[in-house]
């Protein structure tokens, strides 16, 4: 078995990041349409077809994130970088779970969203996400 090295560690690293980074920006004005229906109790006034893409986008986003989590797991991570790298798998595995709620909360067949569930989908997304951004600056730490 070849042994693993910064080398081939890295750009698995880098490339799940920068795709994470960029399915975030592509679904974030969807999101924001949603927060904003959400918060003035307008959800049934949105155009069918459009709550029906975001809520496609967010599907696709997160098939997006549940690829890249594979990605980390098949990684072949250096010894030195073995316990960083399983607190960035729990975290980035969270930030998926989390997305995958918020996905399920828009329900397209009554164009309605579980308030409670896309809430706390949002806060857990969060959460998930500050704990993966400071696992990357660690692991990136070390390899400086």
């Known amino acids: 078995m070849k042994k693993a090295t910064m080398a081939t560690y890295m750009p698995v690293l880098s490339k799940v990041i920068e795709s994470t980074e960029k399915m975030g920006e592509q679904m974030n004005p969807g999101f924001e349409k949603i927060r904003q ?23 696709d986003g997160t098939e997006q994130y549940q690829k890249n989590l594979q990605q980390l797991k098949q990684a072949a ?12 798998l729990a975290a980035y ?15 397209i067949a009554d164009q309605t969203v579980d308030v409670a569930a ?3 989908a949002e806060k857990d997304q969060e959460a998930a996400m500050t704990h993966v951004s ?11």
């Open 37 to 59: 229906a959400v918060d003035t109790d307008a959800i049934a006034k949105m155009v069918p077809a459009e709550f029906n893409d975001i809520q496609m986008e967010f599907t």
């Open 77 to 88: 991570v250096p010894a030195r970088l073995i316990g960083k790298h399983r607190n960035l």
């Open 118 to 120: 896309f809430n706390q």
């Open 93 to 107: 595995e969270a930030y998926t779970t989390a997305c995958a709620a918020m996905t399920a909360s828009l329900k």
């Open 134 to 144: 400071n696992d990357v600056q660690r692991i990136m730490t070390m390899v400086m």
